[in-house]
Antibody, heavy 122, light 108 residues
């Protein structure tokens, strides 16, 4: 059974950096054919694709985040990570990690974490 | 960034057919994926590659795509289908993903 679990601070101050970890069990982040993805959802709003990472470390990001986002991976710990810098209240959201089970990363999100609410406030 | 457009809301009577549309410039070349999200829960994939059902998706869910519009179809909607539905696809390069704004489906 594949499971993903987000972890990290629930409160971040404006202008600081948001950091989240996704710990994966039941599957390896170090093998080909899957893309490991971050998605967020502001309260009461729709989903936003943040970006993804392949086991090799290759990344794709949403250009709307204007270079503030970094996704990395640690295959030895079976984890991948999100860092979002210079946060503002607009970054308040539930952050999900998910597995894209399509070998080319087209959007077959078959497993999701339960979501982690991050609030940006002083 | 790439944009997909969905209607904010749709309503359907129990037993009737619901159709939810998703429009995007790259949809003639890229697949659409559909996710169902119930209140307080993570989304669940219900349709992939425009029209295919993953294991566990009821047969009343189907999908189609024509030109710049993909459509999720629920034939014989049930009360349990009341949820938010989100489409997903990528831009023409395949490098940028996007969700539609989501459609709240009411079954009443």
């Amino acid at each position: 059974q594949v499971q993903l679990q987000e972890s990290g601070p629930g409160l971040v101050k404006p202008s600081e950096t948001l950091s989240l970890t996704c710990t994966v069990s039941g599957a390896s982040v170090g093998i080909a054919n899957y893309y490991w993805t971050w998605i967020r959802q502001p309260p009461g709003k729709g989903l936003e694709w943040i970006g993804n990472i392949y086991y090799s470390g290759s990344t794709k990001y949403n250009p709307s985040l204007k270079g503030r986002v970094t996704i990395s991976i640690d295959t030895s710990k079976n984890q991948f990570f999100l860092r979002l810098s210079s946060v503002s209240a607009a970054d308040t959201a539930v952050y999900y990690c998910a597995r894209d089970g399509d070998s080319t990363g087209r959007g077959y999100f078959d497993y999701w974490g339960q979501g982690s609410l991050v609030t940006v406030s002083s | 960034s790439y944009e997909l457009t969905q209607p904010p809301s749709e309503s359907v009577s129990p037993g009737q057919t619901a159709r939810i549309t998703c429009s995007g410039d790259a949809l003639p070349k890229k697949y659409a994926y559909w996710y169902q999200q119930k209140s307080g829960q993570a989304p669940v994939l219900v349709i992939y590659e425009d029209r295919k059902r993953p294991p566990g998706t009821p047969e009343r869910f189907s999908g189609s795509s024509s030109g710049t519009t993909a459509t999720l179809i629920i034939t014989g909607a049930q009360a349990e289908d009341e949820a938010d539905y989100h489409c997903y696809s990528t831009d023409s390069s395949g490098n940028v993903g996007a969700f539609g704004g989501g459609t709240k489906l009411t079954v009443l």
